[in-house]
């Protein structure tokens, strides 16, 4: 079946934009995460969704992030009046429960120009 | 929190030969650990998982083995392939299978030369 999809693959904005990024997980999958990946760094946990319950916000670096996930379904995270600093690859992942291995999604490489 | 680190951010080797990626980590309570590995352009791979209370884990071509005296972790690749370059991260978690709670290294480039 297909695996996590993100979009969009890239994302080219203007400091002071807001951007908003998709992800859509492996069908079935209660749980979903939200990481970033500065450039040659690895993976900085950002939120992270577990079926009905309230996400774990603490990794949201500043209050200009938000993220969404309706149901067990399509999450958006959003970040408002981007920075230089923002620019990075989001990950989206999925996991089948809170305990299984995660599924990642290729990314979206965002740049704030 | 505390973190997960790597002894060489960049290893070569030549197709054929094994290869062994390393792992400190610094967190006593870790419990959990997983190697990914990364292409260019592509989410981490899920390549094997140890728990605490093995020393050893094998897979397909891959064996990870875990130095709990000395908090080390090492991803051995048997035979190496072109296809094996890619960035390889190591991650923990301080509770059994938690996903939520995953440390991530910054990783290794392993670079495999014909």
């Known amino acids: 079946g297909a695996g996590v999809s993100q979009s969009p693959s890239n994302k080219v904005t203007e400091k002071g934009k807001d951007v908003e990024l998709r992800c859509d997980p492996i069908?079935?999958?209660?749980?979903l995460y939200w990481y970033r990946q500065r450039l040659g760094q690895g993976l900085e946990f950002l939120i992270y969704f577990q079926g009905n319950s309230a996400p774990d916000k603490s990794g949201l670096p500043s209050d200009r992030f938000s993220a969404e996930r309706t149901g067990e379904s399509v999450s958006t995270l959003t970040i408002q009046r981007t920075q230089q600093e923002d620019s990075a690859v989001y990950l989206c992942?999925?996991?089948?429960?809170?305990?299984?291995?995660?599924?990642f999604g290729n990314g979206t490489r965002l740049t704030v120009t | 929190g505390e973190s997960v680190g790597l002894h060489l951010p960049t290893l070569s080797v030549q197709e054929g030969d094994n290869s062994i990626i390393n792992c400190a980590y610094s967190?006593?309570?870790?419990?959990?650990f997983i190697w990914y590995k990364q292409e260019s352009g592509k989410g981490p791979q899920f390549i094997i998982d140890i728990r605490s209370n093995m020393d050893k884990r094998q897979g397909q071509r891959v064996t990870v083995l875990l130095n709990k005296t000395v908090k080390h972790l090492s991803l051995q690749i048997a035979a190496t392939q072109p296809g094996d370059s890619a960035v390889y991260f190591c991650?923990?978690?301080?509770?059994?299978?938690?996903?939520?709670?995953?440390?991530f290294g910054s990783g290794t480039q392993l670079t495999v030369l014909p």
């Open positions: 992942a999925s996991s089948l429960l809170a305990d299984s291995p995660l599924h």
């Open positions: 069908s079935g999958h209660t749980a």
């Open positions: 967190n006593s309570a870790s419990d959990y």
């Open positions: 991650a923990e978690s301080p509770l059994s299978g938690s996903a939520r709670q995953l440390t």
